[in-house]
């Protein structure tokens, strides 16, 4: 560049001619410098070698892990072509967002659970979340004490009905319900163009959650009802009552399109074009803490249903998206974990594409959220859409190879599925043979047997519990549904066992063997492990139950003596942290009687140290 400006057309440069020159120069710059140029480039393989010096004699192989649905997630991902077949926002397949511009404009509609008891309380929230920054609310009928139309419009009591979105969530009785939110929007004079919701009729989402028989003749009313409000979805195909079941990801996508499939068929039986059934259903879907499967989950929600209205015949193929926080993933133990198992969710559904995300308070699984429980719900997502401005962009995740094959996988999975439901029959026949709550068991129990094992972990519950913590005290929340599927939150067995020991208060005497620098990361690991049931170590005698901690070297030479040793004092039980190896023989003969160690189910070790404490549970 200086070069340049010093010497222009084969003589000295004036200032004039250096200005110019340099002013070219920015004008037109020069080709983009390549910071790869001059290296050869790294295949795959190259990468995989890379990674692989850094697993100390591992393989690359043993990161992969497989999901509930059997896909593979890699550890190296490359270029497959899938970024290709993911369309643009807003046209079909739609992978990549219902519209082109996402919601750029104001981000996605920040959704508030009202569930307080009480019309006037719950009226009091409502006014308040909208206020503060909520853009909607999603009422929840039965918890608050909604009985009729005079208590809907007293919990709505001072609401700008034309400019605040009411949702209303699928329960029993929904079609009047409806009927009771349509009412009050006349009566309030709201334009039709003006107003905006969901009606929450859900027959089959409200049979699987509170059992019954679904009536799918009420579909046709719901939405002729709101025939002339675009902004109003009559229909809601609710897949968080499969999600807080335990179903995997393929299974909720699967059960919500055949869900969807019952409903567009219902509809059509009852004069309703296929436009119009298009157009009046919205969906529901569970975002939890893993950040990667949520997004490709909502990616390939659209995708499917896509799939299913271009098989109808229908232009209206967009899927209208709400994001619901997993009640799943809640722990009433060490809550304020709660707080980020929510953020992450509620990012993961942002960047998935949901048009609507609600995110349940920190404290749900306690009760009924307080204040501060709720404006905490409220602000994180205020935070990630008006601070960060996730969604200025659309589909921020598009184009990663992973995130791609993710959508791809799933997508097979969870089509195979679907189709297998249409096989046995539709979503009505296959809910009311107990297919659907046998599959999803079968989910349910391989995630609960991988947290007993600590394959998987729910901090503050399963790993690093907080035995201190000062328990938040909530009013009691409304009862769970007792339907074919039932809400299983994941932390609820380690809860049971933690609630009997505090209850209790035992005491198990830790026995160190060796000098601090042998011993100190297996007393950290037992201390941690026994306070999962609410169950203190000390040091000192007095417990019927002894834990043995050291090294693997100090075990070979002292664990025979010391464990015979506590047996004559009149210990009871005596575990060994470790695995016992070829010494196992040898060290239950001297009498030890278990071992506790990383892959330990915990819930059955935990029961029988409880048992062997003489802790009722």
Request: net charge negative; hydrophobic share 45%.
């Amino acid at each position: 560049m200086v070069a340049a400006a010093r010497t222009v057309m084969g003589h000295r440069a004036s200032r004039s001619e250096r200005v110019l020159t340099y002013h070219q120069r920015v004008a037109t710059p020069a080709e983009p410098m390549r910071l790869v140029a001059g290296f050869e480039p790294a295949t795959r393989d190259d990468w995989a070698d890379l990674a692989g010096t850094s697993l100390r004699g591992r393989t690359l192989g043993s990161l992969t892990t497989v999901t509930d649905d059997g896909i593979r997630i890699e550890p190296l991902y490359g270029n497959d072509g899938r970024t290709d077949r993911a369309g643009l926002p807003g046209a079909s397949p739609h992978t990549r967002g219902s519209t082109a511009t996402g919601s750029t404009e104001s981000g996605w509609d920040v959704r508030a659970l009202v569930l307080d008891e009480g019309i006037a309380a719950a009226n009091a929230v409502v006014l308040d979340e909208l206020e503060r920054g909520s853009t909607s609310v999603l009422l929840d009928r039965a918890a608050i004490g909604i009985g009729s139309a005079g208590d809907l419009a007293a919990v709505l009591d001072g609401v700008f009905l034309e400019m605040a979105p009411v949702a209303l969530a699928p329960g029993p009785d929904a079609v009047n319900a409806a009927g009771w939110l349509v009412d009050l929007w006349d009566q309030q004079g709201t334009s039709a163009a003006d107003r905006s919701g969901a009606l929450g009729v859900d027959p089959i989402g409200v049979a699987a959650r509170h059992g019954g028989d679904p009536d799918l003749s009420t579909l046709a009313s719901a939405v002729a009802s709101v025939a002339d409000a675009p902004g109003v979805h009559a229909v809601t195909v609710d897949a968080t009552v499969w999600a807080d079941a335990g179903a995997s990801e393929a299974w909720e996508l699967a059960c919500s399109l055949a869900t969807g499939v019952a409903y567009l068929r219902a509809l059509e039986a009852d004069g309703v074009s296929i436009d119009d059934a298009l157009a009046g259903l919205t969906f529901t879907y569970s975002a939890d803490a893993d950040q990667f499967r949520t997004i490709a989950k909502f990616r390939v929600a659209r995708l499917l249903w896509d799939r299913v209205a271009g098989a109808c015949g229908s232009d209206v193929r967009a899927q209208h998206q709400t994001a619901v926080t997993s009640a799943a993933m809640l722990a009433r133990r060490d809550p304020w974990v709660n707080l980020l198992r929510g953020a992450v969710a509620a990012f993961s559904a942002g960047l998935g594409g949901a048009a609507v995300v609600t995110v349940r308070p920190f404290d749900s699984a306690i009760g009924r959220p307080d204040e501060f429980g709720r404006r905490t719900a409220r602000n994180t997502q205020l935070l990630l859409t008006e601070e960060s401005g996730l969604a200025r962009v659309v589909d921020p995740t598009g184009g990663s190879w992973f995130v791609e094959d993710l959508t791809e996988r799933l997508a097979d999975a969870a089509w195979e599925r679907f189709r297998s439901i249409e096989a046995d029959g539709g979503m009505v026949a296959a809910l009311a043979s107990g297919r659907i709550a046998a599959e999803v068991a079968v989910t349910h129990t391989a995630r609960a047997q991988r947290l007993a094992t600590r394959t998987d972990a729910i901090t503050g519950v399963t790993e690093f519990p907080a035995i201190d913590e000062v328990p938040l005290v909530r009013a009691a929340g409304p009862a769970s549904a007792e339907g074919p599927l039932r809400l299983h939150r994941l932390a609820e067995p380690f809860e049971a066992l933690r609630d009997a020991g505090e209850a209790a208060g035992p005491v198990v005497r830790l026995v160190s063997l060796g000098p601090l620098a042998e011993h100190s990361a297996r007393t950290t690991f037992a201390a941690n492990l026994f306070a999962v049931a609410g169950i203190r170590t000390v040091d000192e005698p007095g417990s019927p139950v002894a834990v043995l901690c050291g090294s693997d070297g100090r075990y070979a030479v002292e664990a025979v003596d010391v464990a015979r040793a506590l047996k004559a004092e009149g210990v009871a039980h005596v575990v060994l942290a470790g695995r016992p190896g070829d010494h196992e023989d040898e060290w239950r003969a001297a009498g030890v009687d278990g071992f506790v160690h990383a892959r330990t189910d915990v819930l059955d070790v935990l029961g029988r140290i409880l048992d062997a404490l003489g802790v009722a549970r």
